[in-house]
């Protein structure tokens, strides 16, 4: 097939997709609010941010059925923090550090599933008139408990700081018969969940949301970074949303570097009114 790598472009959309946070019964789920809905104990994403790609080829519709045109999708753990305060200073506090080893070994996952690996989903692309179309979504979020029990002190510590900073890579690809990987080209974007919660009546609310979400620009070809780069050719497991849910639950369960339960000391930015029965 003769591609027109030169044509290639991915538009990317994301009115209305703003960080947030929903505080449910017993966790913080942390969502983009576009294509968010919960119903009672039930959540559903629906694709916050939405990608096109289009390439030219000269090719036929018996030559095209052998080729995929997909997106591939990398993301980057850049930090991923959950931080607890005690009501008063002697039931201490609680830092989760999911980001850190043993609990991440690498911060650089595929993300994709099971179902479809190594692509963002399993459809086919399209072609019509020597234009060939694809699409992709994605709706990132971020899950904390809203109480943890101090392993120091005995006593509850409540929410206080949710900081979950990520860096994705959406990549417009096609694959031939022989099965290499050809990136066309890229969309490089961040996200960060930045957090803070009070508690008022025994109830948390959110009390600062410095959340942020950015898009670059369409870039030709594969990604400048080299470990991402390396991936475009060879993607694989593990992916990244498995990796992180793991990595959570050794930290909950575990002990330093990646909890750290303190007894007697507050964090230095903990406002006086954090906790008010």
Known sequence: MNIDTASATIKVDTPGAKPDVHIGRSQATCHLTRGFLMEGDTETFNDAINFTGKVKAATNDKEFAN????????????????FYAGPKKSAGQISLQPH????????????????YSPWTHSFDATLKAGLITQISGDHPASRAKLELTNNKTSATNFLFH????RTFWTVFTAQGPDGAFQPLGHIEWALEFNLMFKWKGGKPEKSRNSSTLTTGNFTSGAPSDAEVKRMCTAPAEPFGNEAVRN???FTVIGGPPNRSDQDTIQFINLPADFYQP
């Open 162 to 165: 949710i900081v979950d900073k």
């Open 247 to 249: 990595a959570i639950k």
């Open 100 to 115: 850190l080893k043993p609990a991440l070994s690498e911060k650089l996952h595929l993300d994709s599933e099971e179902d």
């Open 67 to 82: 080729w995929k045109f997909r997106f591939l999708q990398f993301q980057r753990v850049e930090f991923l923090g959950y």
